[in-house]
């Protein structure tokens, strides 16, 4: 069984500069989150779909963040201006249902913005 | 406020040398409490779902409890492998968002 896909797997901008960010979930996994890593932090978590509906965006800062899930498969998470304080590395992650069910994990990209 | 504590932030241990580490929580209803395991460079994975408070779940060298408050990962006889960060996250009764912990760095020396 294939993983999560994610790319790119590292990504170096500057500040006030666009990027996105893509994911391909295990196929037929109706949930899909995309989560921030801070060094050193547990993940937090942007917004989470199930199938191509958002379940939760309540932490998405949506001044500068946005995410998509067409067709309710792949996705795409845009940052659009970058801060420094983005530099972090973005999980997406895929799961069969929402309550209870064990998340799987992509490789995740490491954004740096200088 | 629902949240997640893990102690301590970092263990070094001999190989062969059995540990505990810590997840403290406080969620107003529980539905599910997650251990992952993080390799550096790496997405976290999953080792194990404890739904109610006196469950108790194995796999190899690792054994994870329950209590009304808090968890615990027993790691017996560790090896070099098993060095990782891990990371405990609840879920609560009343949405489906993961509340993550900062992760325990386990270092094993051999």
């Known amino acids: 069984e294939a993983g999560v896909a994610q790319s790119p797997r590292y990504k170096i901008i500057e500040k006030r500069q666009s990027v996105a960010f893509w994911c391909n979930p295990i196929s037929g996994h109706a949930t899909l989150y995309w989560y921030q890593q801070i060094l050193g932090q547990g993940p937090k978590l942007l917004i989470q779909?199930?199938?191509?509906?958002?379940?939760?965006d309540s932490q998405l800062p949506k001044d500068r963040f946005s995410a998509e899930r067409l067709k309710g498969v792949d996705s795409t998470l845009k940052i659009q201006p970058a801060k420094l304080e983005d530099s972090a590395v973005y999980l997406c992650a895929s799961s069969p249902g929402l309550a209870g069910n064990e998340q799987f994990f992509g490789p995740g990209t490491r954004l740096t913005v200088l | 406020e629902d949240q997640v504590t893990q102690s301590p932030e970092a263990l070094r241990l001999q190989e062969g040398e059995s540990s505990s580490l810590n997840c403290s929580y406080t969620v107003s209803g529980l539905r599910g409490l997650f251990w992952y395991r993080q390799d550096p460079g790496k997405g976290p994975e999953f080792l194990f779902t404890l739904y109610s408070a006196g469950e108790e779940k194995e796999k190899e060298r690792l054994k994870a409890t329950l209590t009304k408050k808090e968890s615990f990962l027993h790691i017996t006889a560790p090896k070099p492998e098993d060095s990782a960060t891990y990371l405990c996250?609840?879920?609560?009764?009343?949405?489906?968002?993961?509340?993550w912990g900062a992760g325990t760095k386990l270092i094993i020396k051999p």
């Open positions: 996250a609840v879920q609560p009764e009343s949405n489906y968002q993961l509340i």
């Open positions: 779909f199930q199938n191509n509906g958002v379940v939760d």
